[in-house]
Each structure stands twice: as C-alpha cells, then as structure tokens.
C-alpha cells in the first residue's frame, strides 16, 4: 500500500533518505534506536490527517554519514535546519525512544516551528536508580523480545530473511545509536533543565509494560513539562506506535484535536 | 615472560551462575586475603623469570574481571621496578585513550623509565571491548580517540613543553611533562592485537614501526597476520621490516613429558579460555568499537569465536605449546623457522595452574627452553616471501 | 605518636639560572630543565631513602601527586607507592594525596590504590586532594567545578570500595552503569582517608564530619597556623557535629634537619630550605595556584592572610624561629617535637627528611640522626603528653 513518496533530501549538504505522505497539517515522526521499519500501518493512519513525515537521521537507515556528527547536540541543531529547509511551520512533532529524547532536544532549543509535541517512550533524562536498559549489553534477539509484549512481532523480526543491506542498516544504526547515547546512556544531564522552554502542548504516550524506558519515566515527564498530558497503552511494550497502532492513533489524534488544533 | 594474574581464587560454581568472568560479575567473588596471596605470588613468579634470565617480564591492564587482576598494569610495573634488574618491564598494553587524559599514563610511564633507567616497553592497546563498559568510554570513537592519544603522548614525550595540544578529542593548553621519558626519544612502543588490520598496517607505517605482537591465537592466524605485517611494511611502505619488529605470545606449559605436561596443564588451561577469557559477543564487540566490515567478518564466525575449548584443539591449531623441554623447545623453534618473530611471549601461567607447577614450569622454561631459543636470529629463520603471505 | 618520612622528590638537580626566565618553577617552566639521566639517579635515590626510613623504624613512609614542576616529580603517586610496595615491609605506606577529582574517571584511581593496598596486605593510607590549583592548568580541568567533584569523585571511590558490585553511580558529574571494582581493597572497609590540606575550612569541616572523622593532614607553616587550623578540627568536631576529635585525626607535616649541633644543622641546611621556600614552592600570589572558583572568597582571603608570610626571600633563622621548620641538634629537635605535641596533640607527624636541593649524604645524615635519636622519643609519646584541647582557646 505503501502512500508514501520516498526520497533523498539534501538539508546543507547532507542527504536525508524521507519518507513523506498525506496531507495536512504537518507532522515529523523521529524514529528511535533501530530505526524506521518501513511505511507502518500507523504512519498510513496518521496520514490521512497529516503531511506526515518520516526521515532516517543522519548515519542512520539509509541517510548520508556526514562527518559533522558526534552528538545529540548536533543532531538537534541539524533538525532546526531542517525545518528551516524545509519551510515548515505549525509542526506536530512526534518522537520514540531516541527520537523522543531528540524531539526534546530541539523543542528547548526552539518551539516557533512547533504546534504539538508527542512523546512516546522517549530517552534524554534519567531517574535515579531507574535506568532505561542496557540496549548495548543485552544480546540483540534478547533486546527484540524485550521490546514486544506480542511477542509475534519479535518473531516476525528475528524470522525476517537477513539482506546484506539490511545487516549493514542495523550494525549501522547500532553504532550510530552508541555515538550519541553511550555516555551518559541514553540521556543528557543538563536537559531536564531547560525542558520548561517547550512551550507547545506536549502529549506523553507509553507502553504500560515497556520494559525497555520504564513507565516511571512517563509520570516523571507529565510532571516536568508543564501542562502535558500523559497516556498510558495497554498491554503495549517500547513501541506503541507498532504493537498497538489504533490506539496509537486514536490518542495521538484525540490530543492534537483537543489541545492543538 | 607475560602474566595476566587472573583470580584463580574464583568460586567456579558460583562464575557459572554468570554468563562471563567480564563487567558484572560481582565483585563479592573477591577475596581480598587471596588476592593478596595471589598478587604476591605472581609477582614472585615474573621477578624470578627475572632472575633466570628471561630478557622481560610482561603485564597488561584489564577493568573488572577475574582473567586479570590489573586494572593498572603501572603499579604492577613500578612494583617490579626496584626488584629487578636487567631486564626489561612491557606493559602490554595499556589503554591510552580509555582515558579522558592520556597523559596521565604517560607520566607514569615516563616515571617507571626513568627509574628504571631505561627498561620500559610500551604497549599500546585500545582495551577489549568489555572495558568500554566499565570505563564508560564510548566505543564509536574509540579508534579516533586511539590515535589521537598516540600523537598526544609521542609529542609530549619528545617536544619541548610548554605547548598546546589542539585535538579533536583532547586539549590541553599547557603540555609540559616532568619527568620525561628516560629513553630517548621515548619508550619502544608495541602494539598487541588479535590481528586487527587496522593496527597491522598502522604499527607497521614507516613513521613508526611499531613491534607488532600478536596475541594468543591458533597458529595459521598468527601466521596469516605476523606474515601481514611484513607484507605491509614490503608492498604497502617499501621496506623490509626487521624481526625485531615481530612478537607471539602463546600460553607455554613444560614438563618433564609430554603426557605429564598434557596431563598436569589440561584443566587450567581449559580454564583460561572457558571460564576466565570467555565473553558474550556484545561485550566483546559493543558498537563502533570495529570497523564495519571487520564486524561483519566477525559477526560471522560469532559462534565459535569462543567457549567450548579442548586443550587437544588449543595444542592441534598451535595456540597453546605444551610438552616436554625437547617438544617446547622444538615447536618454538620450527614456529620462529617459520616466522622469525624477534620476541617471543610466553606465557607460563594461566588459570588456575597453581603456585608450585608454576614455579616448576618457570624453571624448566628458564633452563631447559631459553638457551635454546634465546640465540635464535635471522639466520635460522626461513625468510620472508611475498607471495606467500599474499597468496592465502 | 606515629612518625612517618614525607619525600616530595624535588629535582634538586634544577639549573638555577632558570630564574632569569622563568618565574616559577611550576606549570611553564620546559621540561628541557629536566635531563632523564639525572632524573634515573634522583629517583632510585629518593626510593633508597623512603626505603631507610623504612628499616630505621619510622611508621609509615609517604609520597603525593603534583604535576608539570620541579618542586615534586610525583605526577603519580602510584608509581613510587607501587615500588616501595614490596621493598618495604611493614611500614604504612601513606599517598597524601592523589587527586581524583582532576581525572574524568576516579575509579582507575580507585582500583590503584586498590592493588597496592591488596599487595602491601592492607598497608596503604590513601589521602585525597583537590591538587594545587596549577595542577587546573596542568590538567585541563575546570577549577570552578574542583569541589563538588571533589566530593563526588570521593562519594564514587567510597562506594566502589565497600559496595558489591556492579552497580550504576549517578552522580552530576560522574555517570557510571556498572561499578564492579576488581580487586576490592584488602582492609576493610576501605583504606584510611587522610586529608592534607593547607587550612581550607571547607576541608576541615568536611574530614570532621562524623560520617566521615578523616584524618586532617596541616601541610607545613608557621606553628601558630599549624595549632589554629589543627584546633580548629577539633572545634569543628566539638561544637559543630558535637563529638571529641581523636588524635589519631589529627597529623602535621613539617620539615626537619638534624646534625650533630644546633649551628652545625643551621649552616648545613641554610642554602637547601632556602631553596625549598624560594624556588621550588608554590608562590600563592601568582595566579595559576589560585585559579577562579578553586577555593571560596573567604578561604582564599584566609590563605592569603597566612601565606603572605610564606612568599620569596624566606631566611632560615625566621623558618625556624615562626616553626614553619624544625633545625638543629638531635636533642633540639627531639624538645621542640615533644613541646609541639604538648601544645596540638597530633598522633601523626609527617617529617620531610629531604627538601629543595639537599643532598644525599646530608639526607642520610639526616634520617640516621633522627631514626635513632628522635623518631623513638616521637613514638612513646600519647595523650598523657598532651596538654588537651581548650575549645575556648581556639576560638580566639
């Protein structure tokens, strides 16, 4: 079914593989650790209400490895130009895992091209003595299991037929994700902060048998960010979005309608 | 003569609860009173080589684990200073670059050679991938940071100071090392490795020359790779590299027979490598800490990387020598016929081969094998072709 | 009374006429001064003479960390803790201090100190320090951040040596998942903590701490200074966290010369402490040891204030007359040790035997002279010899 155009977009001189479709206000999807599986039943959900797009970081799937970055700093910076080429305004922002944690990043840094922010299982802070786990250490299929709670789809990845580009995506994304998270893992000492500069309605989903950011977190960011609203899936683990897309959907656009349209 | 000091006090039944002896095995399996008996023990064992004439003695730096007990191969260097004399002291290695300031170590380094007066060899090692976690030093850049601390330390040992140190990784505003290093112009370096190409073809680099030692492996990889090296420096550089250049270390277990040296090494050897040296291969290889296409070759070998080894398969494939003096003796010398490494490492205690068989395999070592393999030189060695190596 | 040899390891060997150049002997000065082979010799000597101190009795033998400078050729402690680790046999063997705040990562400190005091059976005194501030410079540390790291870094250590491992320490600047530390340290809990200092509140009040009850180390000055900051420890210990400080808290660092006379020790001394004073030492009114946010506004008035006294063109007879040092006859020393005692009541004195350019024979003059005519003395003295601590006294 695939609605989507896929293309490589040059923002300075860096080419950005995107995947764009429907219409809308606009949306930017930031994907997480491993990546974007493909045009999901839940980007085709969402953009029937939305310009939706859907864009491999840099160094990450099969984006441009431009030698400008090293950590999440310049990755955010990066998205401000991004915007900025892509003159895009009133944007709904929707981040997972990493891309939560990246989402973040840019709305302290600048929230005049933001309308929404959505956070679904998002890194970038830590609670003490609650860790987001160790994707480094754990054994990857051990690291798949633990992201579902269907545990289908984790057989459904791990019986996927291995392609050489699909190899050199994942050990690529693998080591893209360590650049800018091994040290402090996966969160940034000095975002929690400046997170009361995002001044766009924020919209905090989780997993409620995430095992992977624990749902604390989910509570800790609907009290920091003022005015958030935080939802909880069902029976629904690290990626909502992908184990639970209807629900996903139906709050994703339940908020934007109610607190950003 | 080289020793890792592993806790060989460790509890196995309860190392096997854990997946590997790396990173998160608690450190409650630690006994200091033993770790006592064990640290003095082991450096009686390097300081008597010392005095049977081995030509150096060796340790090396790894973070919490029970295969060895040096998270800081310096103090175990500058324990050996001022009891021995004569022989060199290779720390090999140390991780320069595990360190957000490198030059740390190389004041102590430049200390242990001047109070050594000059008997410091200094090894240059990124670390095993294990470390990355317990440093928390982050693997993608481990390479860049390498190298970078290389230029850092070499320029401190040799310029002038003040200066300024504007790297990528490290700046320093003043860089000024007191003392400096003894030798002039600084410590030989070594850089120990699997066999990495990356490090062949960078210790071999005309600029540098650097001894490449290959670490304990079975024995068509140590050709395969020593061979490399000398294939590099010929094809790549335009030059013949010197012996000296070439090192192999191999675990070494002599007795008075062949089936008393199988028969007394076998359970500490298969120890060495099942319980002390085994590592799940995300610790091994955490991200960025290989090159991509290194990973892959890696990655798919993954299963019999490591685990499961039999002494018969170590002594078959060549990574362990162990046999009568004659045998030892023997198989040095065909190796270095082959080869023709300068140096030769051995390692004449592994696991949980305990004190007095150690000892007794020191001694024969020293009396029986050294002599032997000590006048050992170019002549006897085959020499190098080309071909050969570039063939495989 | 515990009496342990301090050596800084100067390079006593400095070409003088550095000083038409160059102001200080720290940070800036080129290590073109120091020639390796001088350098080989100075440093086997000094072992030689901790290693002497070691065999005539003294209690403990210690060494520090400074880097970058000719006044002490220690950038690492561990180092010549580590040599003299099985050289010697019973004595402590005392780092005072090591820096931990000034690395990224205290822990491979932490497992250093770990392996000597795992070697040595538990004979290891690890002392921490923030580090001069021109070790800032050095090092490229921010010095704005020294004391909070300071007691980061020492939060991390304490943890990691007495918590079973792994654990995650999350700390403002020190983040670590796994905190395994093998080995652990041989005593248990940890190897004592001293805290050498020059005087800073922060550090008395922070070692007196009945968490904590470190031993305060006064580094060398004017006696007046050395009982005011040791009584102010005791203070602190009485009114602020209401206990009676022992004297096994309390440790003084100073240095001696002893010959056969009072003159004799005078004449002999004069050129070498001089040197001491007025090259080798740290001059507090140049700025790269007083770097912005290394010490609050207040210590750094304070220090001022004593110091000021401790500036260039330092004469023998006025060192010995403020008790900054202590010279003389065996028998004078023995008297103005004992006095000292009577008066602070330290249980630990650090006598540096060797300082500046003094040589070898007269070091070894030295430590003979005081191994057997003063040290014994030293060490029969207890709280009986004390004259006690009058809180309102210190006050003053």
Same mark, same amino acid.
């Given at each position: 079914?695939a ?15 995107? !995947? ?5 206000? @606009? ?55 991004f915007?900025?080429?892509m003159?895009l ?20 840094r ?15 802070i830590?609670i003490?003595?609650? @860790? ?41 994304n ?9 040290? &402090? ?15 766009? @309605? ?20 609907g ?39 | ?7 060989a ?34 450096l ?16 090396n ?11 800081s ?45 000059g ?27 390498? +190298? ?19 790297g ?67 094809t ?40 002390f ?14 090159? +991509?296409?290194?990973?892959? !070759? ?26 009568? &003096?004659?045998?030892?003796?023997? /198989? ?17 205690q ?23 393999i ?5 002549r ?13 | ?19 038409e ?81 000034? !690395? ?48 980061e ?10 918590e ?13 998942e ?36 470190y ?18 420890? !005791?203070s602190?210990?009485?009114v ?5 400080a ?8 100073? @240095? ?13 001394? /004069? ?25 609050t ?45 009577r ?9 540096? &035997?060797?300082?500046?350019?003094? &040589? ?37």
């Open positions: 079914m609605d989507c155009k896929e293309s490589k977009i040059d923002i300075r001189g860096t080419g950005v593989h995107l !995947r764009r479709g429907g219409s809308g206000e @606009p949306m930017l999807f930031l994907h997480g650790a491993s990546g974007v599986a493909g045009w999901i039943p839940t980007f085709q959900a969402l953009s029937e209400y939305h310009d939706l797009m859907v864009p491999d970081h840099p160094t990450y799937g099969l984006s441009d490895e431009p030698d400008w970055l090293d950590n999440m700093d310049d990755l955010a910076m990066f998205y401000l130009d915007l900025d080429r003159d305004d009133g944007v709904h922002l929707v981040g997972n895992s990493l891309g939560g944690w990246l989402a973040m990043e840019i709305a302290v600048n929230c005049t091209r933001l309308k929404s922010l959505t956070l679904v299982g998002a890194a970038g830590r003490a003595g609650k @860790p987001i786990a160790d994707i480094f250490m754990m054994d990857p299929d051990d690291l798949v299991r633990e992201i579902f709670v269907d545990q289908s789809f984790a057989d459904n990845i791990l019986n996927m037929e291995m392609t050489e580009e699909l190899m050199d995506v994942q050990i690529r693998r080591v893209a994700t360590a650049r800018l998270g091994w040290q &402090p893992r996966l969160f940034n000492p000095n975002l929690r902060k400046w997170l009361h500069r995002i001044t766009v @309605p924020t919209h905090v989903i989780w997993g409620d048998a995430d095992k992977i950011v624990d749902p604390a977190y989910a509570a800790e960011f009290r920091i960010i003022v005015g958030s609203e935080v939802t909880m899936i069902e029976k629904a683990g690290h990626l909502p979005h992908v184990e639970k897309p209807e629900t996903f959907v139906a709050a994703v656009s339940g908020f934007i309608k109610a607190k950003a349209a | 003569m080289f020793h890792l000091m592993p806790y006090g460790l509890d196995m039944k309860e190392r096997d609860r854990h997946k590997s002896a790396w990173v998160t095995l608690p450190n409650s399996l630690y006994d200091p009173e033993v770790g006592h008996e064990l640290y003095n023990r082991y009686d064992e390097l300081e008597l080589a010392a005095e049977l004439g081995f030509d150096g003695v060796a340790i730096e790894h973070h919490q684990n029970a295969y060895g007990l040096m998270p191969p310096v103090v175990m260097a500058s324990s050996l200073a001022r009891r021995t004399e004569g022989c060199k002291l290779a720390i090999l290695g140390n991780a320069f670059a595990l360190r957000e300031h490198p030059l740390t170590l190389a004041e102590e380094h430049a200390m242990i050679d001047c109070i050594t007066g008997r410091l060899i200094t090894g240059f090692v990124r670390g095993i991938g294990a470390e990355f976690y317990s440093m928390a030093a982050n693997p993608t850049l481990s390479h860049e940071r390498h +190298m970078e601390a290389h230029d850092l330390v070499i320029r401190a040992w040799t310029e002038k100071g003040p200066f300024a140190f504007e990528k990784h490290y700046h320093f505003e003043y860089v000024n090392m007191w003392p400096r290093p003894y030798q002039e112009p600084h410590p030989p370096i070594w850089c120990p490795s699997l066999g990495s190409t990356e490090t062949i073809e960078w210790a071999a680099h005309p600029d540098r020359r650097y001894v490449y030692a290959q670490n304990y492996s079975a024995f068509t990889n140590v050709c395969k790779f020593l061979d490399q090296y000398r294939e590099v420096a010929a790549q550089y335009g030059y013949n590299a010197s012996s000296e250049q070439i090192a192999w270390t191999a675990p070494v277990y002599v007795a008075e027979t062949d089936e008393q040296a199988v028969a007394e090494a076998t359970e500490h050897m298969e120890t060495l490598f099942n319980k040296l085994y590592l799940p291969f995300e610790k091994l290889f955490p991200p960025g800490y290989l090159s +991509m296409h290194s990973y892959k !070759r890696v990655a798919a070998h993954k299963k019999n990387v490591l685990g499961g080894a039999k002494m018969e398969t170590l002594m078959e494939t060549g990574v362990v020598i162990v046999g009568s &003096p004659e045998t030892v003796r023997r /198989r040095i010398a065909e190796c270095h016929e082959v080869l023709g490494f300068g140096t030769f490492v051995s390692l004449l592994f696991g949980t081969l305990p004190a007095d068989k150690t000892e007794r395999n020191i001694r024969l070592f020293a009396e029986e094998v050294l002599p032997a000590q006048p050992l030189s170019d006897e060695y085959r020499g190098f072709e080309p071909a050969t190596a570039a063939a495989e | 009374m515990k009496v342990f040899a301090f050596h800084l390891m100067p390079y006593g060997a400095l070409d003088m006429s550095y000083a150049e160059y102001s200080s002997v720290w940070l800036k000065l080129p290590n073109s001064y120091f020639d390796p082979k001088v350098g080989h010799e100075l440093y086997n000597r000094y072992l030689d003479e901790l290693e002497l101190c070691a065999s005539l009795g003294f209690d403990g033998v210690s060494v520090n960390e400074h880097h970058q400078n000719a006044y002490g050729l220690m950038p690492s402690p561990v180092v010549t803790a580590a040599a003299l680790a099985r050289k010697t046999a019973h004595c402590k063997i005392a780092i005072l201090g090591n820096a931990f705040a000034l !690395r990224e990562h205290p822990l491979t400190l932490a497992e250093e100190h770990a392996m000597i005091d795992n070697i040595t059976g538990g004979r290891l005194i690890t002392g921490m320090v923030r580090g001069v501030g021109c070790e800032y410079f050095s090092m490229g540390v921010n010095p704005a951040f020294s004391l909070e790291r300071h007691i870094a020492h939060d991390l250590v304490v943890r990691a040596w007495t079973t491992g792994p654990f995650a320490f999350e700390g403002k600047h020190y983040h670590f796994y905190v395994n530390m093998w080995p652990r340290p041989y005593q248990d809990p940890h190897p004592p903590i001293w805290c050498p200092s020059q005087g800073s509140t922060e550090t008395i009040e922070w070692a007196a701490h009945p968490d904590r009850k031993t305060y180390l006064q580094a060398y000055s004017a006696f007046d200074s050395v009982l005011r900051y040791l009584n102010l420890y !005791r602190v210990a009485e602020k966290y209401g206990y009676t022992s004297s096994s808290q309390i440790a003084w660092s100073v @240095p001696v010369y002893c010959a056969e006379t009072d003159e004799k020790a005078v004449e002999e001394v /004069r050129p070498h402490i001089e040197s001491l004073f007025n090259t080798f030492l740290p001059k507090i009114s140049q700025s790269m040891f007083v770097p912005p946010g290394y010490m506004a207040t210590s750094m008035k304070k220090i001022f204030a004593h110091k000021a006294a401790l500036r260039g063109g330092q004469k023998v007879d006025d060192l010995i007359a403020r008790g900054v040092i202590v010279v003389g006859s065996p028998d004078t020393v023995r008297k103005i040790l004992i006095e000292r005692h008066q602070a009541g330290f249980e630990h004195v650090l006598i540096m &035997p060797q300082f500046g350019t003094l &040589p070898a024979d007269l070091t070894e003059k030295n430590l003979r002279l005081l191994g057997a005519d003063v040290v014994p003395a030293l060490q029969a003295l207890d709280e009986n010899n004390y004259a006690g601590f009058e809180p309102a006294v210190a006050a003053e």
